[in-house]
């Protein structure tokens, strides 16, 4: 039933749409591809400048992917800027998320300020339904959002000159609503399109009880980069901050009420939010050999957390004691480094539970790409398959650029 209103939201959606509405939707299944053995689906975003396009790839149930199709976003995307910043346009994590108990996927279009938000099929995970048209973003470059875990209210961060947080009610009826009041500001110096990673938000989280909204916040970067200053904005009935580095990317620590926060200025930080004295509230770690650990991700099958590193294509594996003691688990007793993907250059990364096994989806800016990656218990991260994502781009006339892509979310069901 509920797909059939589905079918009739989107298709009036299209028809308000301008005349120079792009293609609402590009095929990239294989001939032939049935829907019946997907398990779930992944999704990232071209992020183009013009023509934001949000593509799917359904998850089977080995875990491996296979494209499925381009759905336009109805917004635009930001290019990123020349190197250093030669990837990583949005300069977050979190720019797409996915809501398994909604049932639907959210993403951010920096260069139009708006949130889109789609149904996802009931029979194919893969098969998204826009809901209505994208809804402003209350404020200019929004870069990433969150979700609560009842997949009711979503929040978004922005980057730009207008820049801070909003909120928004969901359902699969109406999309997304605003909440009134609901904006706060960062207060940041930035312009629209934001000018590098200096003074930008990296990623919106909720705190683990969904009282407080966390936002990491990248300061000027000077040099030592180890002093730059970064720090969580906590928002709750008593404003908070804590500093760190340069956080980028937050992972709560299931179990505490802590979170793990990627510093590409060190390596990673871990923030004890429980108020105790029995522990530091501050960690930072050092990463040997680390250039940008931005993005992170956890897995319940490892219970481990894993860091990206997209300039030396390294995802690093760290084990988190009670104690909010870590260690890096090396991948072999021969292996200095951790796991090394070439010359990859991973960024969004999500990881999702098929079965009994958890694999890793990684976006693979420098090779244009996704990685898939088996956890297969602590220590035993492999790679299990390399989807190029150029070819199949061209066959289907999407436009895409590796050096513009940003985006990963999973659903399973
Ligand atoms: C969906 O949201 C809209 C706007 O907030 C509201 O008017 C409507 O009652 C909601 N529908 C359901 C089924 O909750
Ligand atoms: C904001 O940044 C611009 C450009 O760096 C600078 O000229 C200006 O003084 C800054 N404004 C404030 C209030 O810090
Ligand atoms: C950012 O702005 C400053 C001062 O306005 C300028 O010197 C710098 O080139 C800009 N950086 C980028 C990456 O555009
Ligand atoms: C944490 O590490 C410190 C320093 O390595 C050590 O002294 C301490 O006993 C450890 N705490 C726990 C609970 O493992
Ligand atoms: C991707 O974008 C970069 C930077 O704008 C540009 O130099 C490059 O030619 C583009 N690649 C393709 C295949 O369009």
């Given at each position: 039933?509920?797909?059939?209103?589905?079918?009739?939201?989107?298709?009036?959606?299209?028809?308000?749409?301008?005349?120079?509405t792009?293609?609402?939707?590009?095929?990239?299944?294989?001939?032939?591809?049935?829907?019946?053995?997907?398990?779930?689906?992944?999704y990232?975003?071209?992020?183009?400048?013009?023509?934001?396009?949000?593509?799917?790839?359904?998850?089977?149930?080995?875990?491996?992917?296979?494209?499925?199709e381009?759905?336009y976003?109805?917004?635009?995307?930001?290019?990123?800027?020349?190197?250093p910043f030669?990837?990583?346009?949005?300069?977050?994590?979190?720019?797409?998320?996915?809501?398994?108990?909604?049932?639907?996927?959210?993403?951010?279009?920096?260069?139009?300020?708006?949130?889109?938000?789609?149904?996802?099929?009931?029979?194919?995970?893969?098969?998204?339904?826009?809901?209505?048209?994208?809804?402003?973003?209350?404020?200019?470059?929004?870069?990433?959002?969150?979700?609560?875990?009842?997949?009711?209210r979503?929040?978004?961060?922005?980057?730009?000159?207008?820049?801070?947080?909003?909120?928004?009610?969901?359902?699969?009826?109406?999309?997304?609503?605003p909440?009134?009041?609901?904006?706060?500001?960062?207060?940041?110096?930035q312009?629209?399109?934001?000018n590098g990673?200096?003074?930008?938000?990296?990623?919106?989280?909720?705190?683990?009880?969904?009282?407080?909204?966390?936002v990491?916040?990248?300061?000027?970067?000077?040099?030592?980069?180890?002093?730059?200053h970064?720090?969580?904005?906590?928002?709750?009935?008593?404003?908070?901050?804590?500093?760190?580095?340069?956080?980028?990317?937050?992972?709560?620590?299931?179990?505490?009420?802590?979170?793990?926060?990627?510093?590409?200025?060190?390596?990673?930080?871990?923030?004890?939010?429980?108020?105790?004295?029995?522990?530091?509230?501050?960690?930072?770690?050092?990463?040997?050999?680390?250039?940008?650990?931005?993005?992170?991700?956890?897995?319940?099958?490892?219970?481990?957390?894993?860091?990206?590193?997209?300039?030396?294509?390294?995802?690093?594996?760290?084990?988190?004691?009670?104690?909010?003691?870590?260690?890096?688990?090396?991948?072999?007793?021969?292996?200095?480094?951790q796991?090394?993907?070439?010359?990859?250059?991973?960024?969004?990364?999500?990881?999702?539970?098929?079965?009994?096994?958890?694999?890793?989806?990684?976006?693979?800016?420098?090779?244009?790409?996704?990685?898939?990656?088996?956890?297969?218990?602590?220590?035993?991260?492999?790679?299990?398959?390399?989807?190029d994502?150029?070819?199949?781009?061209?066959?289907?006339?999407?436009?895409?650029?590796?050096?513009?892509?940003q985006?990963?979310?999973?659903?399973?069901?």
């Amino acid at each position: 039933m509920k797909i059939f209103t589905l079918f009739t939201l989107a298709s009036v959606a299209s028809t308000v749409l301008a005349s120079t509405t792009p293609i609402e939707r590009i095929s990239m299944a294989p001939k032939g591809f049935n829907s019946d053995f997907t398990v779930g689906a992944a999704y990232f975003m071209t992020n183009e400048a013009s023509d934001n396009y949000l593509v799917s790839s359904s998850i089977g149930s080995d875990g491996k992917l296979t494209l499925y199709e381009a759905v336009y976003t109805g917004g635009n995307g930001v290019p990123a800027l020349p190197p250093p910043f030669d990837t990583d346009p949005l300069f977050s994590q979190g720019s797409v998320g996915a809501s398994q108990a909604g049932r639907f996927v959210a993403n951010v279009n920096a260069g139009s300020n708006t949130v889109s938000v789609y149904a996802i099929d009931i029979f194919n995970p893969a098969q998204l339904w826009p809901i209505g048209k994208p809804v402003s973003s209350g404020g200019e470059f929004p870069n990433s959002l969150v979700i609560n875990k009842a997949g009711n209210r979503v929040c978004v961060v922005n980057a730009g000159a207008v820049n801070g947080v909003s909120c928004y009610k969901f359902n699969w009826s109406h999309g997304l609503t605003p909440i009134p009041n609901s904006i706060r500001s960062l207060q940041l110096n930035q312009t629209t399109p934001v000018n590098g990673s200096a003074s930008t938000p990296s990623q919106i989280i909720f705190s683990a009880d969904e009282k407080q909204l966390i936002v990491s916040v990248k300061k000027q970067l000077i040099v030592p980069v180890e002093t730059a200053h970064g720090y969580l904005a906590i928002w709750d009935i008593n404003a908070d901050a804590r500093s760190a580095a340069v956080p980028f990317s937050i992972t709560p620590i299931p179990g505490q009420n802590a979170l793990l926060v990627s510093d590409p200025g060190v390596g990673y930080d871990m923030f004890n939010l429980d108020g105790t004295k029995a522990k530091a509230a501050t960690i930072s770690v050092p990463v040997a050999g680390q250039v940008a650990i931005c993005w992170s991700t956890y897995s319940p099958e490892s219970g481990n957390f894993y860091l990206i590193d997209v300039e030396t294509s390294i995802i690093s594996e760290v084990d988190i004691a009670k104690s909010l003691n870590s260690t890096i688990v090396k991948a072999s007793a021969s292996s200095k480094v951790q796991y090394p993907l070439g010359t990859d250059g991973p960024l969004d990364t999500a990881v999702a539970t098929v079965g009994k096994n958890d694999f890793m989806y990684t976006l693979v800016a420098k090779a244009t790409g996704l990685t898939v990656l088996s956890v297969g218990g602590p220590g035993k991260l492999t790679v299990l398959q390399r989807i190029d994502l150029v070819a199949p781009a061209k066959a289907a006339k999407l436009a895409i650029n590796g050096t513009n892509v940003q985006g990963m979310a999973t659903f399973i069901g």
